[in-house]
């Protein structure tokens, strides 16, 4: 089991020792090729529900049969492909379309309707400005430029804000950083020199989830969505005790979600307050989470109101 993974288990186990201690965990390892192998072998084990897997190549292989998935299946990951999805799959993770989603309608709905969208060149910064672009769009707002970066550090940077700057005219109303925390430090900068009028809205991917004020005071100022682990990492002063804490947040609701799922299930309006975020149960069986808001002030993020 990899370092991610061992992290996402601690977090089942320690959601198990506060919640319900009297279910029990078995733990399987999938290799590549193993995820049929090892799922059909937690059922004869006597597996209720199946948590994982965590990698996109082992879910395809099992939805690849689906007529073995004769129990639940609570995957850590999204299919890219939404079409026929078997019943007995539901799909968890941290899926950052949920988050760009989420600042779209917020933004939206507190009258920033002109933005512009930055983004890195790479697939996943597709993914990201896309999100944003299709919901801020359906609520109203108009993305009046996307501008890519890219995605390695370059000198590129300030070109690329300039032109976002000099192709909305001055008709933007608002900023969404689609970055890295050191694509978003050296991007904040430059927008505060050039623009320091408009709001900056960004993803949790900003921050590493690990404390270091001397370098994230360039993140002053940024209003980004966060989960409540993290939240409460920060307040309680053991953030930086774990590695990956959004990981081990994901292993705490995986377990909240695979113990609640038959009345999640019956009932797709139920939702439950979990460490990721607000989980609720939306179409195709898709589990999706609403964070919080958090700003930087001096180099640490501090939760705000909505």
């Known amino acids: 089991m990899g370092s991610v993974g061992q992290e996402i288990y601690r977090g089942i186990d320690a959601a198990r020792n506060s919640v319900a201690r009297e279910t029990s965990v078995q733990v399987y390892d999938v290799n590549a090729g193993e995820a049929v192998a090892q799922y ?129 005219q001055g008709r933007a109303s608002m900023v969404f950083l689609a970055a890295s925390p050191s694509q978003a430090r050296l991007m904040r900068s430059l927008l505060a020199a050039q623009a320091p009028e408009l709001p900056i809205y960004a993803t949790s991917h900003i921050f590493s989830g690990r404390t270091n004020p001397g370098k994230d005071a360039d993140l002053d100022g940024i209003l980004y969505t966060e989960i409540p682990w993290v939240m409460e990492g920060l307040q309680s002063g053991t953030l930086n005790n774990s590695q990956f804490p959004r990981m081990f947040a994901l292993g705490m609701d995986a377990f909240l979600i695979a113990k609640n799922l038959p009345s999640i299930a019956r009932n797709p309006s139920t939702q439950v307050n979990g460490k990721t975020g607000n989980i609720r149960l939306a179409g195709n069986r898709q589990i999706q989470r609403t964070l919080l808001f958090a700003t930087f002030v001096n180099g640490v993020p501090q939760a705000v109101g909505e």
């Open 40 to 168: 059909q072998r937690a059922v004869a084990d006597g597996a209720d529900i199946v948590i994982g897997p965590l990698d996109k190549e082992s879910l395809a292989d099992l939805l690849a049969q689906p007529q073995v998935l004769s129990k639940p299946l609570l995957s850590l990951n999204y299919l890219t492909n939404s079409r026929n999805i078997p019943g007995a799959l539901y799909q968890f993770g941290l899926l950052p379309e949920d988050e760009a989603k989420q600042v779209a309608e917020t933004t939206s709905t507190r009258g920033l309707r002109t933005a512009i969208v930055l983004a890195p060149a790479s697939s996943w910064g597709d993914r990201i400005a896309g999100a944003f672009r299709a919901a801020y769009q359906a609520k109203g707002g108009q993305v009046i430029n996307i501008q890519q970066f890219p995605d390695a550090p370059s000198n590129a940077y300030l070109q690329n804000v300039q032109n976002a700057l000099a192709a909305t």
